[in-house]
């Protein structure tokens, strides 16, 4: 079964990690790096799950907060997302015998939202689409992701329901 590292394709044993998104920008004709749009820390267990993870805006206050519990097994059965408004969710998570998630249920207090994410996976285990419903089962948005030869992920195509 992958953990959080091997999904992010960490080689090493790792404890921690700092993600910085920048803006694009093009110059002269070449996509570069522009401002910082954002960042993220992780925090990751000795199995290499994230137990932690915390983002930023991009003057670096703090704007989310998570953290995770796992089984024996390595499967994530509890998160706790806290927001700069105080909201936060536990899902429970459903998995199939191969230990993807295939099913998570998303509350936003905040917002008196609730989502269902339904996840669909490849013949290597890599996730390939997420799908997310409002509770009346209208589409909220979707997610692709392809991956190269070599299982690593190279691209994220998100798709909102304005059709965008």
């Keep these: 079964m992958k953990n959080d590292c091997m999904e992010m394709n ?3 044993k790792v404890k921690s990690l700092k993600e910085i998104t920048y803006k694009a920008v093009e110059r002269f004709g070449e996509v570069q790096k522009g401002e910082i749009k954002n960042s993220a820390t992780y925090v990751f267990n000795n199995d290499g799950n994230k137990i932690e993870r915390n983002w930023y805006n991009d003057d670096g206050s703090l704007y989310m907060n998570s953290t995770s519990k796992f089984d024996d097994k390595g499967n994530e059965i509890e998160e706790n997302e806290y927001t700069v408004y105080g909201s936060f969710y536990t899902p429970i998570l459903e998995y199939d015998n191969k230990g993807n998630i295939i099913n998570e ?6 917002l008196n939202q609730d989502y269902k994410s339904v996840f669909t996976y490849d013949d290597n285990g890599n996730r390939i689409e997420l799908n997310r419903y409002k509770t009346d089962g209208s589409f909220n948005c979707k997610l692709n992701y392809k991956y ?4 690593q ?4 195509n998100l798709y909102v329901e304005d059709g965008s």
Excluded at 105 to 110: E, I, M, S, V, W
Excluded at 148 to 151: H, I
Aim: aromatic share 6%; proline share 6%; net charge neutral.
């Design 148 to 151: 190269d030869d070599k299982g």
């Design 105 to 110: 249920p998303y509350n936003r207090a905040d």
């Design 153 to 156: 992920k190279k691209e994220d």
């Design 10 to 12: 960490l080689k090493a």
